[in-house]
């Protein structure tokens, strides 16, 4: 079974960087548009970055110039760079892709389990 997996959340000071990756798992063919997204206490999901397979990516105005989302297909993994963190960027950040695995033809919007970054004033 294909599966996302988020790893380095963390706590980290105002104006600190951090690096989240998510490896995608299994019996994978290939993988689409790749994305993260975050969710902060009482408020929607919103989308954080999106990189397509030709590397072409596109940010939410709050992180322009400070995030940069990149992709590496060989190792079927998803980056996100945080640079001059703010406490506006405390949230569950979450995974998302278009996976296709080798026994279908068709595409699996798959979520990760999501990793809780923490930013302090």
């Known amino acids: 079974q294909e599966r996302l997996v988020e790893s380095g959340g963390g706590l980290v000071q105002s104006g600190g960087s951090l690096r989240l990756a998510c490896t995608a798992s299994g019996n994978i063919d290939r993988i689409g548009p790749m994305a993260w997204y975050r969710q902060a206490p009482g408020k929607e999901r919103e989308l954080v970055a999106r990189?397509?397979?030709?590397?072409?990516?596109n940010y939410a105005d709050s992180v322009k110039g400070r995030f940069t989302i990149s992709r590496d297909d060989v190792k079927n993994t998803l980056y996100l760079d945080m640079l001059r963190m703010k406490p506006e960027d405390t949230a569950v950040y979450y995974c998302?892709?278009?996976?296709?695995?080798?026994?279908?033809?068709?595409?699996?919007?798959?979520w990760g389990q999501g990793t809780q970054v923490t930013v302090s004033s």
């Open positions: 990189i397509f397979t030709t590397g072409l990516a």
């Open positions: 998302n892709a278009d996976v296709v695995a080798r026994t279908s033809s068709n595409a699996r919007n798959l």
